[in-house]
């Protein structure tokens, strides 16, 4: 039988009725030592939030755990310090909102070259007034990030006739290398932010990025607000010279009087791009079959590296 650490009642739940799972929901207050000493697997990042060092200190026999989110959140930075020994392995919830993400970061792209936010305004004034907004036909795309979300980005541009170029950490056919980022920029007028928030990627879309892009280019970020220099984004937008598609910010959630709710030429969402009618069920099926490859010896899924 394998101990499973549940946050709270929904989340243990989920879990029940699933053969050689025992479940113990702790939500991080004071617990029973005996059963929190079995649990072997934790759920994080969904329900109560449990942060890494008081989880680690109070599951003495913690070996896994699965982060039921695309991102790591405060789990990236506690393996990487070390607040997690390396002896637990850490997974996230890769695939479970890729469809949804990448729909939305394609929505708001969209929606920006084709105008939508002017004739929205114009709908409201009963204003009949043509503007040529063309889309995606012969636009270039930068897609930094060339996994789950970035790959199915791609593909979308293309469908409409624009042309996409990846990059990921590594080279590979038909990807390029982060080192060859800052030589691309200049020549796409779409920079499409689809990867995880490390180290590497915190303030990548900095104020140089951002002026290497070209006069009318289109920032979309649907993966972590930190990845880009909010104050930088701003002076672009406030100068009407860039155009941004943002579903993450950085801070989060956006305090109601900051500027950037304020700027033009941005659609912003509220970090709403991985919802999904189906993603609850995505995502517990992917920790059933997590916890089916652990009681019969099998590799893990998403197993996420130190640096993330
Ligand atoms: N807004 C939302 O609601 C929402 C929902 C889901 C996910 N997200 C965010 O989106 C991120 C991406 O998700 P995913 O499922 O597409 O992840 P993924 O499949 O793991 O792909 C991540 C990609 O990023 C690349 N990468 C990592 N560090 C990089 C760097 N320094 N420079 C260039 N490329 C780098 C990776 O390169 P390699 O291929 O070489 O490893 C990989 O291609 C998640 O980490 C999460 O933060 C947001």
């Not at 180290?199 to 990548?204: A, C, F, K, V």
Request: glycine share 10%.
């Amino acid at each position: 039988v394998i101990t499973v650490c549940a946050a709270d009642n929904a989340t243990a739940e989920r879990l029940a009725g699933t053969p050689g799972v025992e479940v113990v929901v702790w939500d991080g207050g004071p617990g029973d030592a005996a059963a929190l000493a079995q649990v072997e697997v934790l759920l994080a990042n969904v329900g109560v939030r449990l942060t890494p060092s008081e989880a680690v200190k109070a599951l003495p026999n913690l070996r896994v755990v699965l982060v039921v989110s695309a991102g790591l959140g405060p789990w990236g930075p506690a393996l990487a310090d070390g607040t997690v020994p390396a002896s637990i392995t850490v997974c996230n919830g890769r695939g479970v909102h890729t469809s949804a993400t990448a729909e939305m970061a394609v929505a708001g792209l969209m929606a920006t070259v084709r105008g939508l936010p002017t004739f929205w305004e114009q709908q409201r004034r009963h204003e009949w007034t043509r503007h040529d907004f063309t889309g995606l036909e012969n636009r270039r795309a930068l897609i930094v990030g060339a996994g789950e979300i970035g790959t199915r980005i791609a593909a979308a541009v293309e469908l409409f006739d624009g042309a996409a170029t990846l990059v990921a950490r590594s080279a590979r056919a038909g990807v390029h290398s982060s080192a060859e980022l800052a030589g691309l920029i200049g020549g796409h007028d779409i920079a499409v932010i689809a990867v995880p928030h490390t180290r590497e990627t915190e303030r990548l879309v900095d104020a140089r990025f951002l002026a290497a892009m070209p006069d009318g280019g289109i920032l979309v970020n649907v993966a972590r607000g930190s990845i880009v220099d909010t104050a930088a984004l701003l002076d672009e937008l406030t100068r009407h010279r860039l155009h941004a598609v943002l579903d993450v910010t950085d801070p989060e959630p956006l305090p109601a009087e900051h500027p950037l709710w304020a700027a033009p030429n941005l659609i912003l969402t509220p970090h709403v791009a991985g919802l999904s009618a189906g993603w609850q069920d995505r995502a517990f099926g992917l920790v059933r079959e997590q916890l089916r490859r652990l009681a019969a010896g099998e590799p893990l899924l998403n197993r996420t590296m130190k640096d993330y």
